[in-house]
Structures are given as structure tokens and as C-alpha cells.
């Protein structure tokens, strides 16, 4: 491994009514983004959608950062998803857990990370609508991605696709 330098990207998720429309997002350092919308979902959902989707796009990213105001999604991806697998999906209540499709996709991409000789991703808490740039702009996406989802669509948009970058030197309008 070489020492090549972090990459950020913070993430975030919304919803409007919990449940309700959802939406995610991921927004990196350098002002790529990308966001998605959820018809029916939690915020949770979109909080653990937004880090899935900032693990995915970032596959080849070797020193990647993810910062996140959701201590849920950060446990989840840390410390519990492994565990819900080995007791067949339930938490350590016996309960049933929650967001499954979502967890395995997520240990899907930890373990083609660590198949490609990646390390894993690291995971910050950042504490969320208080003046961090990259997480407002996560948040001003994720709620954009909950509001077309009110729309009853599901869909997704990324500046790796056809959107511009953002620029992340300054925050969004809304002064999340």
C-alpha cells in the first residue's frame, strides 16, 4: 500500500415523516456527489444508503473517509452488521434487524474491498447542522432525494454521471 493521501465524503439521510419519502446522499471533498430518492423508507434507510453509495462509487479510492452525523449507520457498519449475520439476522435482543438488503450490500462492498487489498473504510462522526460544509451539502442532497421521492419515483443523480460538481468551498443556501 502506498500512502496516498484521504479522500472525504460525508453522507447523509432524510426523511420525510419516518417513515416516509427518503432520501440520500454522499458529497466528497473535491464537490462529486451524488444523490438518491426512496419512495417509502426511514431515515435510516437513507442514512445507511448514503454510506453504501459513498463505499460504492469510491471502490478503487484506497484511503477512503467517510464522515457521517449518523452514529446509527457508523455502529451499524462498525460494530453490528457482522453480528446480525452470524445470528441469522437478528440483533443481539433476538429481535428481528432491520434494513437487511441494505447490510448486505454494505458487507458486500467491505469484503470487495478487502478482496482488491484495500484497507477498510475509516468512519467519522460529525455532528450534523453545525457549520460542517460537506456534511450540509450531504444533507441539502438527502433532502432534495426525499422530496423527489415524495413524487413516488425512485431515482438516483451523481456529478460522476452527467450532474456538475458542487462547489463545497462554501455551504448550500439553506445554511444547514
Do not use: F
Not at 44 to 58: C, F, P, R, S
Not at 132 to 160: I, Q, T
Request: net charge negative; hydrophobic share 40%; charged share 25%.
Amino acid at each position: 500500500m502506498t500512502d496516498s493521501p484521504r479522500y472525504i465524503v460525508a453522507t447523509d439521510g432524510a426523511c420525510k415523516g419516518n417513515p416516509g419519502p427518503t432520501g440520500w446522499a454522499w458529497v466528497g471533498e473535491d464537490g462529486e456527489w451524488a444523490a438518491g430518492a426512496i419512495p417509502q423508507g426511514t431515515n435510516n434507510v437513507g442514512e445507511l444508503m448514503g454510506l453504501l453509495k459513498a463505499i460504492e462509487d469510491h471502490a478503487d479510492v484506497e484511503n477512503l473517509v467517510v464522515q457521517a452525523d449518523s452514529k446509527y449507520a457508523i455502529d451499524t457498519y462498525t460494530k453490528w452488521m457482522d453480528g446480525h449475520r452470524r445470528r441469522g439476522w437478528k440483533t443481539s435482543t433476538g429481535a428481528p434487524t432491520k434494513n437487511v438488503d441494505i447490510l448486505e450490500q454494505l458487507i458486500v462492498a467491505r469484503d470487495a474491498r478487502r478482496a482488491a487489498g484495500l484497507p477498510d473504510v475509516v468512519l467519522e462522526h460529525v455532528r450534523g447542522h453545525s457549520g460542517h460544509v460537506l456534511n450540509a451539502w450531504a444533507d441539502e442532497r438527502a433532502v432534495r432525494g426525499s422530496e423527489h421521492a415524495a413524487k413516488g419515483v425512485a431515482s438516483a443523480w451523481s456529478s460522476l454521471g452527467t450532474h456538475d460538481k458542487i462547489d463545497v468551498s462554501v455551504a448550500p443556501k439553506n445554511g444547514r
